[in-house]
């Protein structure tokens, strides 16, 4: 009976109830998205794409889409106080609202997760144009946080109906930016295995790696950390919580700041991180220091790269290696004034990790900002 027992190659993709194409777009609140779309755009070299407000028939809010590459953020401002956007703001501050996902059909991507027990954001809605439908469905996820799942091969209009493309004489340079590389949340106490177990029963996702706190932790601080992902890997989402040191975890002065769980950094991939990060330096925006201690020895850690160490030491890009490749990684300061939402830039050469290697290093740095904001 061989075909009963012939390697099936598509096996994986038919067991996957949630098949996803990848991260379709970020949602932020934000207190003026008017300025944050200039500020997106001028200092990471995002593109004006697309834009709703009361213009376009939208009356209690505005967004602006921007893009770069496969990258695309959305911008959303609320237009008065009495509105559950303003609350979030109010809330939490600037954050990560809605992590959109791609698939290929938004209502069976919604069946399947509400009946694993996923909670409903948003039921089944289609929204047309005269340039074709998008089908929208949601889920809850870890605080205040959502997942928008976004069907639009029927649709070829630059963003979904409700949006007119919002053309710029302002287009500032890329800066080389990709796509989402993975997004992390960062979880209450005890919450990380609740969520590791929300993403693998609703979401059908894989625990692919765990950090325990003896792996990130400093003289003072740690947290602990197990990443997420779905099957084809193109979606992965490490989840933070914070553990006992001898002083504030850096996971719990997030959720003190954010007043809650939610996304404590969103990691973009870039081609050639020297590049991109001496344009983003030279833009204004500040990544964590790291001393020229930890460049006396990491070569000794990952062996041989193809980078000059001198340009990665400058400009503070930390190094890992693992059995697949290494890579090349930079952690921003906080986006905003609360110390919540930063980005990594990564660069992968082969590894497929998050860098463990470079977590006492990172964790030194983010211990000294937190320490000069008093929160250590
Ligand atoms: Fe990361």
């Known amino acids: 009976m061989s075909t009963a027992t012939a390697p099936n190659k598509n096996k994986a993709t038919q067991t996957d109830f949630l098949p996803l194409h990848g991260t379709d777009y970020i949602e932020f609140y934000v207190g003026n998205a008017k ?28 967004s602006y889409v921007i893009r770069q590459n496969k990258l695309t953020f959305v911008l959303t401002t609320p237009l008065q ?13 600037d954050g990560v ?9 938004a209502k069976s991507a919604y069946e399947e997760t509400t009946k694993r027990g996923g909670k409903v954001y948003l039921e089944p809605t289609m929204l047309k144009d ?31 109906p409700g949006f007119i493309e919002w053309k710029s004489n302002y287009n500032p340079a890329s800066t080389g930016l990709l796509y989402v590389d ?26 692919i790696l765990s950090f325990d706190d003896n792996d990130i932790s400093t003289e003072y601080s740690a ?16 989840i933070n919580e914070p553990a006992e040191g001898k002083k504030k975890s850096q996971v719990e002065e997030y959720l003190d700041f954010y007043n809650g769980e939610g996304v404590q950094h969103v990691a973009i991939a870039t081609n050639n991180i020297i590049e991109t990060v001496t344009e983003l330096q030279s833009r204004g925006i500040e990544f964590l220091n790291i001393p020229a201690s930890y460049y006396e020895t990491v070569l000794d850690r990952v062996g041989e790269i193809d980078e000059d160490l001198a340009p990665l030491q400058k ?53 000294r900002e937190q320490d000069a904001r008093g929160n250590l």
């Open 35 to 62: 300025q944050a779309a200039h500020f997106y755009k001028t200092a990471f070299g995002f593109q004006s794409l697309a834009y709703a407000g009361p213009e376009t028939g939208m009356k209690d809010k505005v």
């Open 81 to 93: 106080s009495d509105n559950p956007i303003a609350d979030h703001i109010y809330k939490h501050g």
């Open 97 to 105: 609202k809605v992590l959109a996902l791609m698939v290929d059909d």
């Open 130 to 160: 005269d340039k074709g439908e998008v089908v929208l469905s949601g889920i809850h996820t870890y605080g205040d946080t959502v997942h928008v799942f976004v069907e639009r091969k029927n649709y070829n209009g630059v963003f979904m």
């Open 182 to 207: 993975h997004c992390v949340g960062n979880v209450g106490w005890n919450q990380m295995n609740p969520w590791v177990k929300f993403y693998e029963d609703v979401m059908g996702f894989k625990n």
């Open 223 to 238: 947290l602990m950390s197990k990443v997420m992902s779905n099957g084809n890997g193109y979606v992965k989402f490490p």
């Open 315 to 367: 400009l503070g890009v930390l190094i890992d290696r693992d059995d697949e490749g290494y890579l090349l990684q930079i952690f921003s300061k906080p986006l905003e004034d609360r110390p919540t939402l930063f980005f990594e830039i990564i660069q992968r050469k082969g590894a497929q990790s998050f860098g463990k290697g470079n977590f006492k290093a990172l964790f030194e740095a983010l211990e």
